[in-house]
């Protein structure tokens, strides 16, 4: 390092050491919350831990403010081991504030949750529940703190949060049936846990109900509304006695949405047996104060299912689908219109009729066809009477091209029933007109997730045949189809006669990672695909299979010296997946140490240092990229030239430290540049070879970014550990 630079770094940290912030308060002098959490922002760890247990005799706002901004400060990875040491203080304030703590950030840390596992056992529940808290938080998997669980329901202050925990584990937690029977007996909203954990858990009903219904007398309307709801699921038999408890649900004005979409679903449940509930849900229905679109559907659905016994809802059922274009719910208008197939299906399909009618009419006006097809495509595969009509509209060029666009996003919501206009719609992915190209290849996608076979070939033939400005959205179409087939068909797609076919087969392989052994070699094969673009994506999907590629390296190493960029670039950069090369790939990694992208340069050098390559020609290339343009190469050339050829350490720590002062003037709004992170990590990668940048690391550990800060402390442990010894860092 050059010594003006040792020099200013040397003049700063003592600087540092001066305005080092002192004690937090005189004795006795009163101290606020900010305050406790910008000193411990701000002071050296051995004054934090000491002033934290100062604070715990004190005001506890302060002190939850002071341990709460501890965990969340810059140097939260050196603060970890004060926060352990505290879970093992007798004062259990302290320990529950710690629990709280972690809880709240969630730490996953093997000796902390040991720690908490303790904290369990002692102490009472103020201590206990954030120690729970904090488990969970942190990972552990429920069934492992299944006899935790069993006996926080003991307890008064934990049995609700246990009781919801074992609620989530679902059956496997049988055995805590026993103890949720006499959790029912509890007063407060426990009650209500237990009841719901009950059904989860799948309890037996001739032991549960007995519990169950004692409880029903409680004068909490919701404990007793969520206790009806778990016998009626236990025993679907008893569903008609609570009919009136579900109606009462309906009509009352401060329920919560929940109980509402509940009573909808049980009465759903019954059938025409709860016709004399259509009333209700008609008026919740039209209830738009009390109601959202979710509840809507909810009601909706019920009175479907209740069938034409639910006539008089017809109406306002009608009045949903029919619902002003603006403000058309698809989902909702979609499920009123099954509802209304099952209450009165000619009223259903003479609807549908007459939107194709309109959507047909020429002499009508453009906006109101346009609706009606908007319509039809809410109605989603209730209208698949009107496929033709649509289908006609998407290839009449003297249709509206909004109309048009409209009819092939409908034909695509219709789902299987649209099949039949597959060819038109793949002759519009021809058009001049971009929007309705998008809305074409999107009901093509769709119609492809019910039946590819039926869009495929169709595809496959324009690809053929088209122009190639033409076929742009049909290889869009392609892809998407693609992302929906299954391995073996991925598999056989590689060897389809259109490059276009098989890129997307190569391409989307690389997401079945879980089945390398049945994938590798198909993708190995792609690699000498005579379509550059094929050869391409098979080298990309080894990348996503990393050193499970390995039987690949042969033949990637080989396209390193392929004529098309794009080929040399995904071959190295699924090499550095695959990991170290072997030295035969030295002189096709050196010369793309010269290649224009970056990227490609970056990897030929990281890969040029892992072999130990001492050609000259390798020396010289290496050492002309510490002066690159882009930092990342620059970082990763000068570590690469200290593997190389370690007498040229100065020349590598000086590129380094150059990167490292200049991040003032590389500042981004969203915190240190990663070049910064990655220059002082590679200082670290160097180790004690690069002692002299002790000072600067030391220095670097104070300020006041996490990342600069967390990944100096780390490099300065490798660095210099006598240096980090000494300034305590953990």
């Known amino acids: 390092m050059p010594r003006h630079l040792l020099t200013l ?60 901004h501890l965990c969340q400060c810059a140097r939260s990875d050196d603060i970890l081991p004060i926060l352990a040491r505290a879970l093992d203080d007798d004062n259990e304030e ?17 000796r902390v949750v040991q720690l908490l596992k303790v904290d369990l056992q002692r102490g009472n529940s103020g201590v206990k529940w954030p120690a729970l808290h904090g488990l969970l938080t942190a990972g552990v998997d429920r069934r492992e703190l299944e006899p935790v669980l069993l006996d926080a329901l003991n307890d008064p202050g934990l049995a609700g949060r246990a009781a919801y925990e074992l609620a989530e584990m679902g059956p496997p ?75 009462e649900v309906l009509r009352l004005k401060d329920a919560r949405k929940y109980m509402w979409m509940t009573a909808a679903k049980q009465l759903g449940n019954l059938g025409p047996d709860a016709a004399s509930a259509v009333g209700a849900l008609t008026d919740a229905l039209c209830d738009k104060e009390g109601s959202d679109d979710d509840v809507r559907e909810s009601i909706v ?70 609706g009606a097809v908007q319509r039809l495509a809410a109605l989603g595969p209730v209208a698949k009477a009107a496929a033709p009509t649509l289908i006609r509209l998407v290839v009449d060029p003297d249709s509206d091209p909004s109309i048009r666009s409209a009819a092939a996003d409908a034909l695509g919501q ?37 039946d590819h076979s039926a869009v495929l070939p169709a595809i496959k033939n324009l690809l053929r045949n088209a122009e190639p400005e033409d076929k742009r959205a049909a290889e869009t179409v392609c892809f998407e ?15 389809d006669e259109l490059p276009v076919v098989r890129r997307a087969a190569a391409y989307r392989l690389g997401t079945k990672v879980s089945e390398s052994g049945s994938i590798l070699k198909p993708l190995i094969s792609a690699l000498d695909d005579p379509d550059a673009s094929v050869r391409e994506s098979a080298a990309l999907s080894l990348v996503a299979l990393g050193p499970r590629a390995q039987a690949a390296e042969a033949k990637l190493i080989a396209m390193l010296q392929d004529n098309i960029f794009e080929v040399r670039r995904a071959a190295i950069q699924a ?5 170290p090369p072997p030295p035969s790939a030295l002189p096709a ?55 190389i050829a370690p007498s040229r350490l100065k020349e590598s720590v000086d590129a380094l430290v150059e990167v490292i002062a200049n991040r003032n003037a590389q500042k981004s709004p969203f915190g240190a540049p990663v070049e910064v992170t990655d220059a002082i990590g590679a200082l670290g990668v160097i180790g004690p070879d690069a002692k002299g940048t002790g000072p600067l690391l030391l220095m670097l550990q104070r300020t006041t970014d996490s990342s600069i800060a967390s990944n100096a402390r780390r490099a300065l442990k490798k660095v210099d550990p006598a240096l980090a010894e000494r300034a305590r860092i953990p």
């Open 575 to 579: 090499l550095d997946a695959i990991g």
């Open 481 to 495: 189809l693609a992302s929906n087939f299954g391995t073996p068909q991925l598999i056989a797609a590689l060897d």
């Open 94 to 110: 302290v320990r529950r504030l710690v629990c709280l703590t972690l809880a709240n950030q969630g730490v996953r840390d093997d």
């Open 173 to 247: 937690a049988k055995d805590a049936v026993d103890g949720l029977i006499r959790l029912l007996a509890a007063e407060g909203p426990s009650r209500s846990l237990a009841a719901n954990a009950l059904v989860k858990i799948g309890a037996d009903p001739k032991r549960a109900i007995p519990a169950l219904e004692s409880v029903m007398k409680t004068s909490d309307y919701e404990t007793r509304f969520v206790v009806i709801d778990a016998i009626t699921t236990l025993d679907p038999s008893r569903g008609r006695s609570f009919l009136r408890d579900w109606i």
């Open 9 to 68: 770094f040397g003049s700063l940290f003592l600087l540092m050491e001066i305005l080092r912030p002192q004690a937090l308060a005189k004795p006795g002098e009163p101290i606020g919350a900010i305050d406790a959490a910008d000193y411990v922002n701000r002071a050296p760890l051995d004054d934090v831990e000491r002033t934290l247990w100062e604070l715990t005799s004190g005001d506890r706002a302060v002190c939850e403010a002071a341990f709460r």
């Open 414 to 450: 219709i789902g299987p029933d649209g099949t039949a206009g597959v060819a038109d719609l793949v002759k519009t992915l021809a058009s001049e007109d971009e929007h309705l190209k998008v809305a074409a290849g999107f009901a093509l996608v769709q119609l492809g997730k019910q």
């Open 589 to 643: 990694l050196v010369r793309l140490l010269n290649e224009n992208d970056p990227v490609v340069r970056r990897i030929a050098a990281k890969m040029t240092g892992l072999i130990g390559a001492t050609e000259q020609e390798a020396l010289q290339s290496i050492q002309a990229l510490l002066r690159d343009s882009d930092v990342q190469v620059r970082i990763d050339a000068a570590v690469a030239l200290w593997k």
């Open 301 to 370: 659905a019920a009175l479907g299912k209740i069938g034409p016994s639910a006539r008089a809802a017809q109406p306002t059922i009608v009045k949903l689908i029919k619902a002003d274009v603006g403000h058309l719910d698809y989902s909702l208008s979609r499920c009123a219109a099954e509802a209304l197939c099952r209450i009165d299906k000619p009223e259903l399909e003479a609807y549908v009729r007459r939107l194709g009618r309109i959507a047909g009419d020429r002499y009508e006006d453009g906006l109101i066809r346009q």
